[in-house]
Structure formats: C-alpha cells, structure tokens
C-alpha cells in the first residue's frame, strides 16, 4: 500500500533557529513529490515540485530534497510567518490524485 | 491571473439536506481534482475530471457523493442526504495538464452538518 508520512507532527522553533521537515514514502511508481503550505482557514499553497532523486530546489528561506525514500524540507533562519503546517504529497505513475502525508505544523516564535 | 476559486466559502446545512458546491479552475487548466480535509484524517481525493474523458471517481466515498464539469470548465460537488461525518473542508485544485502536473487549490469551502 502507497504510503506518506511526515515528520514530525508539530515543531516549535525559535526565530533564526533552522530546522529540516521530513517525508518519507513508500510508493509504487512515483511521479512526482509536491510540497504544499497550509495556513489555517486557507487551501494548500504550492511550494516545490521534485521529480527525481538528487534534485534540489530553494525559495527565500526553503530548499526541498529528494531522495529514493524520502524528502526534507529545510528551514534557514526562520522567520515567525513562516508558521504555517507543511503538507508532502506524491503523485504516482499510476493514478491521478495526489496521496498527501498528514503534514507537520510548524511554529516559530520570535 | 485569478486563482482556482470555490464557492460558498461556508456552508451551514441540517442533516439529510442536499448540498452543491461550486469550483472555478484556473482559466486554461484541463485537470480539475476534488479533496476533502477532515480534522485528523488529512487530504483524501474525491474525483478527477481531465478534458472530456470520463472522470475518475474512485475516491467518492459513497453513493451520495456525486460531481459533474459544465464546458471543461467550472465543476459542482454534490452531496445528497448530507450526513454529521460530511462535514469538512472541500478543497478544489486544478493543473495545466493531467496526472503528475503541479496541482493548484483553491480555498476550500468549509461545510458543518448540524
């Protein structure tokens, strides 16, 4: 069975303390690897799309990996609005959803 | 451009009354996906339509769920006999092209079943 999970649940973080989000998978056939963020009361914002093991890719203070088995989201020098939960989803060769992984909330404090 | 936009924001419904809600995919995108987020259970898919294929529906979770696409464009969800465990948040999301394509949502519509 195609599974996604995240870790960890929730992360408290100081302002300026980095920190890497986790999600591993165990799929059939992965197409793609999509990180969202969430906001509370908002849709899914899209982040990053990762479609092979070695790519990498950045946005202000986010870099997202890909590995065979999993992908990390780093955190550098966070910033109190980049609270928010943080959804991984995989797309698969087979099939047309997105199968998304239970999210980690993250909380920094200034 | 406009984003993928849903309508009601919130609906308040009594139980065993019909529901429709209303998604606008972004201008251009074939794909239009429906989810739903309930509290602990996460995203789990709900149907796909792409182009004029026949959609893929087989996340509804039952006969009461059911959803249609006018035009390849804007898509109604309908849930009939809504049920206390409907409520949830409904989210839309749409994509360029099909399967595997960076999905898009839109800001969901937040239904309570009294």
């Known amino acids: 069975e195609d599974q996604v999970t995240q870790s960890p649940e929730a992360l408290r973080l100081q302002e300026g303390e980095s920190s890497s989000l986790n999600c591993s998978y165990t799929v059939s056939g992965l197409r793609g690897l999509f990180w969202y963020r969430q906001d509370p009361g908002k849709g899914p914002e899209f982040l990053f799309t990762?479609?092979?093991a070695g790519e990498e890719k950045e946005k202000e203070r986010l870099k997202a990996t890909l590995t065979k088995k999993e992908s990390f989201l780093h955190i550098t020098a966070p910033k109190p609005e980049d609270s928010a939960t943080y959804l991984c989803a995989v797309g698969l060769n087979a099939g047309n959803m997105l199968t998304f992984g239970g999210g980690t909330r993250l909380m920094v404090k200034p | 451009g406009a984003g993928v936009s849903q309508s009601p924001s919130n609906k308040v419904t009594e139980k065993g009354k019909d529901v429709e809600l209303r998604c606008d995919p972004i201008s251009g995108h074939t794909a239009l996906y429906w989810y739903r987020q309930s509290l602990g259970q996460g995203l789990e898919f709900l149907i796909y339509?792409?182009?004029?294929?026949?959609?893929?529906k087989s996340g509804l979770p039952s006969d009461r769920f059911s959803a249609e696409r006018t035009g390849g464009s804007v898509s109604t969800l309908t849930i009939q006999r809504t049920q206390q465990e409907d409520s949830a948040v409904y989210l839309c999301?749409?994509?360029?092209?099909?399967?595997?394509?960076?999905?898009?949502f839109g800001p969901g519509t937040r239904l309570l079943v009294l």
């Open positions: 990762l479609y092979s």
């Open positions: 339509f792409q182009g004029n294929s026949a959609p893929d």
């Open positions: 999301a749409s994509s360029l092209g099909g399967a595997g394509e960076t999905q898009y």
